[in-house]
């Protein structure tokens, strides 16, 4: 059984940076999909990227295309998520997951594909 670690979730102004990286431990990380998902105050979960560790394919939400990047360190077992030009409606608790299978065809984020998640990070932007 693994585990996921998130960090670097902070406040940022709005244009501002933040990376977001998420450990993970007890299993490797490039044997399953990645996910990036974020809920804000009442609201439902909602995806923000995958990487299919099959074929390397990444997908993301319209939200953030071109700002976001979903990324995988294979050697030190981290995936990250950097996130650039922060607007006012990014912020939320932001959460890392893998998918339930190993090399699962991850494409669009549906939270049922996942079976482990991390403990989340908030992310606020404000000026």
């Known amino acids: 059984h693994g585990q996921l670690v998130e960090s670097g979730g902070g406040l940022v102004q709005p244009g501002g940076s933040l990376r977001l990286s998420c450990i993970a431990s007890?299993?490797?990380?490039?044997?399953?999909?990645l996910g990036w998902f974020r809920q804000a105050p009442g609201k439902e979960r909602e995806g923000v990227s995958t990487?299919?560790?099959?074929?390397?394919?990444?997908y993301y939400a319209d939200a953030v295309q071109g700002r976001f990047t979903i990324e995988r360190d294979v050697a030190k077992n981290t995936m990250y998520l950097p996130m650039t030009s922060l607007q006012p409606e990014d912020p939320a608790v932001y959460y890392c997951?893998?998918?339930?299978?190993?090399?699962?065809?991850?494409?669009?984020?549906?939270?049922?594909?996942?079976?482990?998640w991390g403990q989340g990070t908030q992310v606020t932007v404000s000026s």
């Open positions: 997951a893998t998918s339930v299978n190993r090399n699962a065809r991850i494409g669009a984020p549906r939270a049922k594909d996942y079976g482990l």
């Open positions: 990487m299919n560790n099959v074929d390397g394919r990444t």
């Open positions: 007890g299993f490797t990380l490039e044997d399953y999909g």
